[in-house]
């Protein structure tokens, strides 16, 4: 296929190795403006009685985040082709310290939407922040800076989760959205001062960057498959996560620490990373797509089995299941992004926006689907929605022409 991304080649060239104080301010960046995304999740039982709103209201907070986040992808992250990645990162900053602001101050539930709404799309700065760490890399170190900073972007998810259940403990759910605005307008803040100028690789128009991503999609039916199998995955991934807090809170009495706490879960996610990268290499990304999502259908099915356990057993099937899925997902979405890299690399950072808007859809849909599900089935309700779509995805992998990707 002819490449519709008429890129030029990068004029920005590193002059030798990186310092690590840069790498660390790119991997912080990354993390912290991803965090964003999810500190509202553990949240949402606190929020829904502070404000006196409904469970399913409530769930439609991370939706529009993860929506909003879905919409910034797909529209503002082609602009790094376009335009000066630090001038883009320092606006993003500006703008996601505000909206978080915003929902620290917020004093109804409408205003709170609408901020949380605005979070998700300055969020998308982390999607300009792993591109820029490429582009300054030499050849020789760019895999183990983009490993750095995407460590960042994984612990940032891992921990955010953790340190907005354990602050709203401690204090009060608006807090941690105020603490968070100031993290993001320092990071945004040493970035403007700490990144060097970068140059636009293309020179096409906006309407145009947007026209070559409709391209790339009809173009790659490997593009397309891996899009909705990772889109399924998120729906799944995205309706547990977003019951999660209000299933503790009804059932067990747990505050929002605890929901927080099971973030940890999330280093099997960190840990994927890197093994699904060896494996993608030495097996190929399709077989390693097919595992992650089995393991992600095979972890939400066994959650069920909690009907067969004595009640003291609960909570450590919950945990082990989660740590399961989350390896799942990780691991299929690092196989996604590797099979879709190779499609054509002049196109890489329009690919990924792709497969992330499509990730992205599939979590706010889960979110609200998840919400749906808990308060009209319970929590075995949301287990069947989550082990159904992650068999979904299973199947968009297993039933492919053997040369497809």
Known sequence: MSSPSLTHPATHAPAGPLPGSLVLLLATGAGLSVASIYYSQPLLGNLAESLHVSTAQAGLIPTLTQLGYALGILFLAPLGDRHDRRRLIAIKSLVLSLALLGCGLASGIGTLMLASLFVGIAATLAQDIVPAAATLAADAQRGRIIGTVMTGLLLGILLSRVASGWVAQQFDWRTV?????????????????????????????????????????????????????QGLLSMAFSAFWSTLAVMLYQRYQMGSAAAGAFGLAGAAGALAAPLAGRLSDRRGPVWVTRAGAALTALSFAAMALET??????????????????????????????????????????????????????????????????????????VVGFSTLMAGAAFAVRWFERPSGG
């Open 177 to 229: 959205f105020m603490l968070a605005a100031f993290a993001v307008a320092a990071i945004g803040l040493a970035s403007w001062r700490g990144l060097p100028r970068f140059t636009p690789t293309t020179t096409l128009g906006y309407a145009a960057l947007l026209k070559s991503m409709s391209t790339l999609w009809q173009g790659y039916p490997a593009l397309r498959r891996a899009a909705w199998a």
């Open 308 to 381: 067969q356990l004595p009640a003291s057993f609960h909570l450590g099937l919950l945990i082990v299941t989660t740590v399961g899925f989350d390896f799942g997902v990780q691991a299929t979405l690092v196989a996604h992004q590797s099979l879709i890299y190779s499609l054509e690399p002049a196109a890489r950072s329009r690919l990924n926006a792709i497969l992330l808007t499509a990730m992205f859809i599939g979590m706010a849909s889960g979110s609200a689907l998840g919400s749906l599900a808990l308060a009209q089935g319970g929590w075995l309700a």
